[in-house]
């Protein structure tokens, strides 16, 4: 039999291919993975020598990370004389933004392998690591530059830490769950729940003055990383109110219930039905065997279920920080199983609850290499349409293929965005310097959508009063994303015609996505499809 550190280290090999596999998917399209973009530019925007972004959406400990990441790639490349200095710079992340964004990407990458090393060390051991590895929603959201996986591990981190102080004593080790609790409410809200498994740690070990001291530092671990939610407090209290009332009141698209949706959808997705079930039974027996104790460890994922589930925002991502436990759980009862098994039964029962989610993951990562819709119709645009046309995009702001904009359009968005929260006061300069002189250059607009407010739009009247020479269609069963006006359907088949198409189904069929999401990968379904983004068609104004 291998050793453990053989085995751990084959899982966190198997952990960080499926992690890199695909991970510079879309580049450099702006809305790939939307999201990426608005913290880049907030983070670039901290070059100015203002360190308060002005916008608390997020808090702000990601966006430094993402400033350091780029003030190191800015440093690295005057070294090597990549950059002769800030123009340089600048103008390399303006017209196409690709290596920023991958950095971005590659921290993700990084903390969700470590988050699978973690597990290592949690209840379940090798069994948890082994199904983290290749849960397909931790997979999938390792490779997205945002703030959703580096809050999950550091989750994980700060809840192993108070488990093993109940369970070794010392007031150091609580404290720096208190800590790295901070911190990761510092990357996200969410993580504030760990108060909670904390203080039961504390009271468990019957120790007042940790107890006491523990929210402290842990308010200071979110001050040292967003302390100007502190500084700027009526601007910190405006957008976290925002927050919590985007997830009590939805987004664009009613999937009912938070806590239906996440139990028999995006868990079911994540872990296998097989899956969930041997987790909720490892839970079961962790709370059976050891009580209140349990609490320590699993009672983050209970109440942020709870929490998550009330509201009408139910974005499948939501339920990342609940991953890892339920990896845990499940690995507790497949260690159970195994002390019971001989060691071929003991790796069968492994294959069983890990062969869907790791099914999923495969396929992700093939969509993720495969290329994209929206990469494909710029290229055929940018070799066949004349430089500064105007194109009309019905669908999604995310669905628009992937073009250099103008200066005239990257105006009207910053405008359009003007005041927003998400465009911090950082946008791409009115002049030609930060453009690609050799690409072709468009107008891109968008048909207007009821609840999308911020892109550049037309409404119908004005389309039909003065057709432009160029009109895409979008279609995926993203049912909101890309839902097309039957008016506009109408005008395109009374007065253009169809010049070049691509499509990213390979096959007809159910598919399941995330609706509330404009990601255009599914969640199941996946061998209908042969790449990512939506099915595109380009219309011509007919002669």
């Known amino acids: 039999m291998p050793s ?14 499926l992690r890199l596999a695909g991970v510079q998917f879309g580049l450099p399209m702006a809305e790939a993975r939307p999201d990426e973009q608005t913290i880049a530019y907030q983070a670039m925007k901290f070059g100015r020598g203002d360190l308060n972004p002005h916008s608390f959406n997020y808090p702000s400990l990601f966006k430094y990370i993402v400033f350091g990441l780029f003030g190191g790639d800015y440093a690295i490349g005057r070294l090597l004389g990549r950059f002769a200095g800030q123009d340089d710079f600048l103008r390399d992340f303006f017209a196409a933004d690709s290596e920023f964004r991958l950095l971005m990407r590659l921290w993700s990458v990084a903390m969700g392998t470590l988050g699978v090393a973690l597990l290592a060390r949690a209840p379940g051991r090798l069994w948890g690591a082994a199904l983290l590895a290749v849960n397909f929603l931790h997979v999938r959201d390792s490779h997205f530059g945002v703030t959703d996986t580096t809050m999950t591990t550091g989750v994980t981190a700060a809840a192993l830490l108070a488990h093993r102080y109940t369970r070794d004593g010392g007031p150091r080790l609580l404290l720096g769950a208190a800590f790295v609790a901070g911190l990761a409410t510092s990357v996200k809200y969410n993580a504030a729940l760990l108060v909670a498994p904390i203080l039961l740690a504390a009271i468990l070990r019957r120790d007042v003055r940790v107890a006491a001291a523990a929210p402290v530092v842990m ?7 967003t302390p100007y939610a502190l500084l700027d407090l009526p601007q910190f209290v405006t957008d976290f109110r925002y927050e919590l009332s985007h997830l009590a009141e939805g987004h664009h698209v009613d999937v009912g219930n938070g806590y239906v949706h996440h139990a028999l959808q995006t868990l079911p997705a994540s872990m296998g039905v097989v899956g969930l079930v041997t987790a909720l039974v490892g839970l079961g027996l962790a709370f059976r065997r050891h009580g209140l104790r349990a609490g320590v460890i699993y009672g983050f994922p209970v109440l942020y279920f709870l929490a998550i589930g009330r509201g009408e925002t139910a974005f499948f991502r939501y339920m990342l920080p609940v991953v890892p436990f339920l990896c845990m759980g499940a690995g507790q009862a497949l260690s159970a199983l195994a002390r019971r098994s001989r060691p071929a039964g003991a790796v069968l029962n492994l294959a069983l609850v890990a ?12 969509l993720f290499l495969a290329g994209d819709t929206r990469s494909e119709m710029g290229a055929w645009i940018e070799a066949n349409v004349p430089t500064d046309s105007v194109i009309v995009h019905a669908g999604a702001y995310t669905g628009a293929p992937m073009v250099q904009r103008n200066v005239a359009n990257n105006t009207r968005e910053y405008e359009a965005k003007r005041g927003r929260a998400d465009s911090a006061g950082f946008r791409k300069p009115d002049d030609l310097r930060y453009y690609e ?7 891109v607009l968008f048909v207007r959508k009821e609840g999308i407010d911020f892109a550049s739009q ?5 389309l039909s009063a ?5 009109i895409e269609i979008e279609a995926s069963p993203l049912e909101f994303y890309s839902s097309v006006p039957p008016e506009i359907q109408r005008l395109v088949d009374e007065r253009y015609e169809l010049v070049h198409e691509a499509s990213a189904r390979r096959s007809p069929g159910a598919a399941r996505f995330d609706q509330q999401d404009c990601f255009y990968m599914p969640v199941a379904g996946f061998r209908h499809f042969a790449r990512m983004g939506p099915d595109l068609r380009l219309y011509q104004l007919a002669r």
């Open 458 to 462: 037309l409404d119908l009247a004005a």
């Open 4 to 17: 453990r550190r053989a085995l751990l280290v084959a899982i966190v090999i198997v952990a960080l291919g």
């Open 219 to 225: 308010l200071g671990g979110f001050l040292l990383g």
């Open 466 to 470: 003065s057709p432009p020479a160029y």
């Open 437 to 443: 002189a050799e690409r072709p250059a468009y107008d």
């Open 355 to 366: 062969a869907v989610p790791l099914y999923s993951s495969l396929h992700a990562d093939r």
